[in-house]
């Protein structure tokens, strides 16, 4: 996958700082620092954010105005990075935090950067007796959208198109209706006691062994395409469509005195962030535009499948995705590398998605390309270009385009 770099550091400047293990503030590389967060954010589930930067060392560096400077223009140029994609990253708060460890003393300050103003404040940062308690939530979003490609349209590359799709799913998703266990629930309600229900029920039919990393069960209901956009029918001429079908599993977390609207809020959070993740992934991964020739009619594209990573001593799980062929070894690898974790197979769930089969893809649509052949036939000669890309078996991404010279 391609690294994009906010400023014009090389990559060496960054391994060299790597290297060195830092060795001081003013050789942290605020680009490296941005992009780590970019890649952290792909693995948090919904519920979970980004909120600043942790430092760990000998002296206290937030006496030093040099380091304070420094800090800041860390996390300015992080936040520009993760403003970027708002699919991606959410609508991230304006305040960034610096906890600070002196390694030596075993000391800690925290104080919060507003970037407008870059002014820092002091904030009370207390270490609690008992971990956090999580409330666990999972759902499965169906897709099955058609999307089409105006004939007058000029040409666009297939990472606008994808940005296009993500765009009306995102307010799709953001326009649904959450169902939680069942029941629709009030805005001001607490989760605990709906959680304390769910394990009660479960506790009883297992004869009263506890289980702690129950699931809330979710479904969303998604209004009429009219109500979201405009309800007037409209004729267009198309000469391509792309068409978005199969399954997203999502798996989002809140803290223990969330209300059901927090809950609500990191459902659809973690809903768009994996489809994003996985969009930009996968336009990242091409090497160059696929645009086919006139004689193919299919193309299957596959981007990264999701894989749930479980913490220890903790019901949280991030994510990871994983390419066509990819396996565990390669998750254990991001995790290493990008959360210095060090995390078993075992505690790897793989198998939530599975990879597409494209022999089983293709030998499905063969019927349909033949009819297309029949119906445009009469046309004369033109040239035809479909395009089908799939997120997985359990994520399938299809871009289907069928060109024809005229509808009627």
């Not at 959208?145 to 995102?170: C, G, M, R, V, Y």
């Amino acid at each position: 996958m391609e690294e994009t770099l906010l400023s014009s550091t090389t990559k060496s400047e960054q391994n060299t700082a790597t290297e060195n293990h830092v060795k001081a503030v003013k050789d942290i590389v605020e680009s490296w620092v941005a992009d780590h967060a970019k890649h952290v954010i792909r693995m948090l589930p919904g519920g979970i954010r980004v909120l600043g930067a942790f430092i760990v060392g000998p002296e206290d560096v937030l006496h030093n105005n040099n380091n304070v400077q420094k800090l800041k223009s860390i996390l300015t140029t992080m936040q520009k990075s993760l403003s970027c994609n708002k699919y991606l990253h959410g609508d991230n708060n304006e305040e960034h935090l610096i906890l600070y460890l002196n390694s030596v003393t075993q000391k800690y300050t925290c104080k919060c950067i507003d970037i407008h103003n870059e002014i820092l404040k002091p904030v009370e940062w207390n270490f609690q007796a008992k971990a956090t308690k999580w409330h666990q939530f999972e759902t499965f979003v169906n897709f099955d959208h058609p999307f089409s490609i105006a004939t007058n349209k000029d040409p666009e590359s297939l990472k606008k198109q994808l940005q296009d799709i993500l765009k009306t799913i995102s307010d799709i998703i953001e326009s649904s209706f959450v169902v939680i266990e069942g029941e629709v629930r009030s805005s001001d309600e607490k989760v605990e006691p709906i959680s304390k229900d769910k394990k009660d029920e479960k506790n009883c039919r297992n004869n009263g062994k506890n289980n702690d990393s129950q699931s809330l069960k979710i479904h969303l209901y998604v209004p009429c395409y009219g109500r979201i956009f405009n309800s007037d029918v409209r004729i267009t001429s198309c000469n391509a469509s792309i068409r978005l079908i199969g399954q997203l599993v999502s798996r989002s977390f809140v803290h223990q005195k969330a209300n059901i609207k927090e809950a609500i809020v990191a459902i659809k959070k973690d809903i768009i962030r994996s489809l994003a993740s996985r969009f930009e992934m996968h336009w990242d991964s091409l090497i160059e535009e696929e645009n086919g020739s006139p004689e193919e009619y299919l193309t299957l594209h596959e981007p990264p499948r999701r894989v749930l990573v479980e913490l220890p001593d903790s019901n949280v799980t991030f994510s990871d995705y994983l390419f066509p062929g990819e396996g565990p070894q390669e998750a254990l690898l991001s995790l290493e590398e990008i959360l210095d974790l060090e995390i078993q197979e075992r505690n790897i769930q793989k198998d939530i998605e599975f990879e597409a089969d494209p022999i089983e893809f293709y030998s499905q649509n063969k019927i349909n390309v033949k009819t297309a052949d029949l119906n445009t036939a009469s046309f004369g000669n033109f040239q035809t270009q479909m395009y089908i890309a799939s997120l997985s078996v359990v994520f399938l991404f299809v871009i289907l385009a069928i060109i024809v010279e005229k509808l009627y």
